[in-house]
């Protein structure tokens, strides 16, 4: 069994935003695969399906993003999975929009969701998708800028990103890590 997760914020007043965009990749994953996100528990939303015979869930945390680990962790502990199982897709200021960066394990960087993450698993060592949103280029607070939508001039570029990250989710359900890490992170 597989887990792909895409942390974000739920609620309309979220859609779309710098922050939400693991869950614009969960629903990309969603849509090119006809999964529906149709199951309400462990705090979030989430799909269960199969690639190739395998048990995959896609899950969208509806903790908001500073509790993501609160949604994770017991649905990791109901499905029996292990860290080895989960894949970890969030937005990531330090990356330019339109990029995408895999990581086998590594801090939080200042990211919320995935210190949650981190505090409820007990490790940084998880795969993990960041997802370039870049940098404010106007003097703007950070909280702002993150929970605002691209502009016209990022959104070919985000929307680039959501596709690279969701192919390189595909790709790891077939392929070990490692040899997704290479392809994608040239």
Same mark, same amino acid.
């Given at each position: 069994?597989?887990?792909?997760?895409?942390?974000?914020?739920?609620?309309?007043?979220?859609?779309?935003?710098?922050?939400?965009?693991?869950?614009?990749?969960?629903?990309?994953?969603?849509? /090119?695969?006809?999964? #529906?996100?149709?199951?309400?528990?462990? &705090? !979030?939303?989430? +799909?269960?399906?199969?690639?190739? =015979?395998? @048990?995959?869930?896609?899950?969208?945390?509806?903790?908001?993003?500073?509790?993501?680990?609160?949604?994770?962790?017991?649905?990791?502990?109901?499905?029996?999975?292990?860290?080895?199982?989960?894949?970890?897709?969030?937005?990531?200021?330090?990356?330019?929009?339109?990029?995408? /960066?895999?990581?086998? #394990?590594?801090?939080?960087?200042?990211? &919320? !969701?995935?210190? +949650?993450?981190?505090?409820?698993? =007990?490790? @940084?060592?998880?795969?993990?998708?960041?997802?370039?949103?870049?940098?404010?280029?106007?003097?703007?607070?950070?909280?702002?800028?993150?929970?605002?939508?691209?502009?016209?001039?990022?959104?070919?570029?985000?929307?680039?990103?959501?596709?690279?990250?969701?192919?390189?989710?595909?790709?790891?359900?077939?392929?070990?890590?490692?040899?997704?890490?290479?392809?994608?992170?040239?």
């Amino acid at each position: 069994m597989k887990c792909i997760v895409g942390l974000g914020n739920p609620g309309k007043k979220y859609e779309q935003t710098r922050h939400n965009i693991g869950f614009m990749v969960i629903e990309e994953l969603a849509k /090119r695969n006809d999964w #529906k996100l149709n199951k309400k528990k462990f &705090n !979030g939303k989430f +799909s269960l399906d199969k690639v190739d =015979g395998e @048990k995959v869930i896609l899950l969208e945390p509806q903790t908001f993003m500073n509790l993501s680990g609160e949604s994770l962790r017991p649905l990791m502990e109901f499905y029996d999975m292990t860290i080895n199982d989960i894949i970890i897709i969030y937005d990531d200021l330090d990356l330019p929009t339109g990029k995408i /960066r895999l990581r086998q #394990k590594g801090g939080h960087g200042g990211h &919320n !969701g995935i210190r +949650s993450i981190i505090d409820q698993l =007990g490790t @940084k060592e998880f795969k993990r998708v960041r997802v370039g949103i870049g940098r404010p280029t106007t003097p703007i607070p950070v909280p702002d800028y993150v929970l605002g939508k691209f502009n016209k001039e990022e959104d070919e570029d985000a929307l680039a990103s959501i596709k690279k990250a969701a192919d390189a989710c595909e790709l790891w359900l077939r392929k070990p890590f490692q040899e997704v890490m290479n392809e994608f992170n040239q």
